[in-house]
């Protein structure tokens, strides 16, 4: 079968490349002339583990292909997914949909056959029943119908969740394209893997349902973890004592310097505008948002504290600045808060990520990289772990307490043992 894919970012990348890999013909089309050709030339424009492998497979398969001509890809396609950008709005929080009305529209014009068109953007409620009104208003010759495929793959173990997802998501309310989408996951559902045939409104809520619960688990044990503080509790031993609870489930509880990335702030705050619309508050969610701010506010504040009140003209080493580890974006990572703060307040920053310098050089001006933990701790007042990558979470300690200057860290992951680490300082 023959699949377009409309947007080469994280999605629609991962996507292309694994459908290829199950044996369908996939042509994924960008309008970045630059990134098109990096991909002709085997070359992955984002940092995501194993996915330069599989891309190198498939295209030399013949299966897999990339271009900017959209009418190309769409030439004979019986399944077209749109997985261009939904970024935040600026000002109002909600989803910018102008890139999937706009692909919307470029599909209407490019489509020779019938072909169901799929969004896996995160849209909200009601945008697919809108890309329909705009395929048939730009091409009223069009036979197609619209789904919604919502994607729920995270960044740095993207290929494992499209190969082995928890469920996959199907809003489709005609039969032929049940069909064809059903054939496009046969590998999936012959391995046992759930598929969820929904209505169009029901998939694009579970992402953002989703996405927000997942959201409001980290800000529960973010809250948790400063009480926990202030009454000399482990936040860890709590997480673990109510995440062996089967209704709980232990994942999702690491308390740490609040979420960051591409999907759980802007779905969010999208979520909450959605609510606001329809005069049905999301509260919960407007929370979880209003303590992931505080979190980062609480982070900035221990790191300040443990410099005796002020950072000024003390060295700070900054461990990870990516969101998470194994991926190199930037996007929402608590670094784009807390390093600004600390040079603001006249903080040296030396800063080292095994991906990040790349995104980071110009999100993070005033900063020194570095290139291993040892050299940023090099004479530093504070160490501060902010993204668990392998590299540091194993970290010789004696080593670093011995290179700084004042043998002291803020360990916003949770990673080291604090007696342990208290040992590890020169007597
Ligand atoms: C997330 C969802 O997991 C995925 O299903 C969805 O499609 C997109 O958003 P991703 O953004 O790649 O994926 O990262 P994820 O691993 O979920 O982490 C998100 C953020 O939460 C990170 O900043 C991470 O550090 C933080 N986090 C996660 C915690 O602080 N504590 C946790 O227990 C888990």
Redesign the pocket.
Known sequence: MKIAIIGTGYVGLVSGVCLSDFGHTVVCVDKSEAKIAQLNSGKVPIYEPGLDVLLAKNASAGRLSFTTRLSDAVDGAEAVFVAVGTPSRRGDGHADLSYVFAAAEDVAKALTGYAVVVTKSTVPVGTNRKVAEIIHTANPEAEFDVASNP????????IE?FMRPNRVVIGVEAGRAQEILAQICRPLFLRDFPIVYTGLESAELI?YA??AF??T??SF??EISALCERVGADVKAVAKGIGLDGRIGS??????????????PK?TLALARIGQEHAVPQRITETVIAVNDGVKRRMIEKAVNLCGGSVAGRKIAVLGVT??PN?DDMRE??SLTIVPAMIGAGAKVHVVDPQGRREGEALLPGVTWEDDAYSAASEADLVIVL??WNEYRALDLAKLAQAMSTPQMADFRNIYDRETAMNARPR
């Open positions: 994607e729920f793959l995270r960044e740095g173990a993207a969740d992402k989703a996405n997942l959201a688990k980290i044990i973010n994942k999702f509880l690491h308390a740490g310097p609040g979420y960051g990335g591409s999907c759980f779905d969101f998470k991926t990572a608590p993204t668990e």
